[in-house]
């Protein structure tokens, strides 16, 4: 008669439960992986709307029957201002025309983990920046 050796029992117990822990981790970094990029998208997102929203901040001017619009620092931070204030889920960092035809919009968010959120206590700024340009010139 043979006898199995005494130290293999209880070890698939063991296995089970550090297989189990493994999984939860993973499900955990997941969770948190995908509620970053989904943040990052919605960043992304509100500038988008407010770099489009800030093309639509122009002056009209009308020089020798020729009608241009021309955009300004001002009107563009004013409509991009407006938009992001009205959305509430981003702060306007910059609004600028860098040429009178085009309107860039920097904007930033902070995320916090939803599952993991021990590691990563202050959130993590995420930024966007769009741009739009103005279909009359």
């Known amino acids: 008669m043979t006898r199995r050796p005494r ?8 296995l089970t439960i550090g297989y ?3 999984a939860l981790a993973l499900v955990f970094v997941c969770v948190d992986a995908t509620s970053l ?5 919605r ?3 509100v500038a988008d709307a407010a770099a489009l929203a800030g093309a639509d901040g122009f ?5 020798g ?11 563009v931070r004013d409509q991009a201002a407006d938009l992001v204030a009205a959305l509430g889920t981003a702060t306007l960092v910059s609004a600028e025309t860098p040429d009178g035809v085009s309107a ?3 904007v930033t968010a902070t995320w916090h983990p939803p599952i993991l959120a021990l590691f990563v206590p202050d959130g993590v700024v995420l930024r966007a920046t769009a741009t739009s340009r103005n279909a009359l010139r």
């Open 104 to 106: 860039r919009v920097t």
């Open 20 to 22: 189990a822990v493994l």
């Open 65 to 75: 029957g020729q009608a241009s619009a021309t955009l300004t620092d001002a009107g």
């Open 43 to 45: 960043v992304d997102a």
């Open 59 to 63: 002056t009209v001017t009308v020089e």
């Open 37 to 41: 990029y989904l943040a990052q998208k």
């Open 7 to 14: 130290d293999d029992e209880g070890s698939v117990l063991l």
